[in-house]
Nanobody
Framework: VQLQASGGGLVQAGGSLRLSCAASGRAFSTYGMGWFRQAPGKEREFVAS????????VYGDSVKGRFTISRDNAKRTVYLQMNSLKPEDTAVYYC?????????????????WGQGTQVTVSS
């Protein structure tokens, strides 16, 4: 599967952005999907994950209550709605796909990665 992330940009603190990740290929619902982020000089950090059906979600502690992951299997797209953004959310955001369809917070579980989209939150 190939992944294309989009929707990043520059936003003020307290604002919102919605990231999208479009997948190519068939059987999108058989993949668990995740979002990770990487700030300069830091390791790639888990943000959120969603199961193949969309029925299960998991979030990193730093984004709980502010970010929401969702997916539309008919459109082969996963979304990350980011609200109440903070300067510390500034990073390159990556979407990733794994098999089987379950959620995971472990970067090494994901086999396929998108190219990343930059999110910058100004104070």
């Amino acid at each position: 599967v190939q992944l294309q992330a989009s929707g990043g940009g520059l936003v003020q603190a307290g604002g919102s952005l919605r990231l999208s990740c479009a997948a190519s290929g068939r059987a999108f619902s058989t993949y668990g999907m995740g979002w990770f982020r990487q700030a300069p000089g830091k390791e790639r950090e888990f943000v959120a994950s969603i199961s193949g059906s969309g029925g299960q979600t998991v979030y990193g502690d730093s984004v709980k209550g502010r970010f929401t992951i969702s997916r539309d299997n008919a459109k082969r797209t996963v979304y990350l709605q980011m609200n109440s953004l903070k300067p510390e959310d500034t990073a390159v955001y990556y979407c990733a796909a794994k098999t089987p369809w379950t959620t995971s917070s472990f970067r090494t579980d994901y086999r396929f990665w998108g190219q990343g989209t930059q999110v910058t939150v100004s104070s």
